[in-house]
């Protein structure tokens, strides 16, 4: 599975676990639909689930008069997931990619601003 993907199967198992909270290995297994699993998708929920708490105290931080719960469930998923890769995943993916990806697959789940609100925030964290 490519990278890409397993950000965007991530992404629907992390908005899974967060609308219905699901068991993180339930999700994963939901969005693969039967594809094979994949070790970066793996990596990546378990890796959001186990620190969330972290991760979600630095997004916090960098909110500018926005709680976490007032955010669009995907954008706040896609930050979640993001800022894992920027803050765990240093010396696998490059700063500017883990950016990126956030705001390419902004622009595919999210509303009109979600890439550009998700760039300012992810830009704020690495």
Known sequence: MKRRTAREKALQALFQIDVSDVEPKDAIAHVLEGVRNDDYLLKLVLG???NKEEIDGILQKNLENWTLERLAIVDRNILRLSAYE?????EDVPTKVAIDEAI???KIYGDDQSSRFINGILSKIH
């Open 86 to 90: 920027l803050l765990y995943c240093k």
């Open 48 to 50: 959001v689930v186990e």
């Open 104 to 106: 390419e697959i902004a």
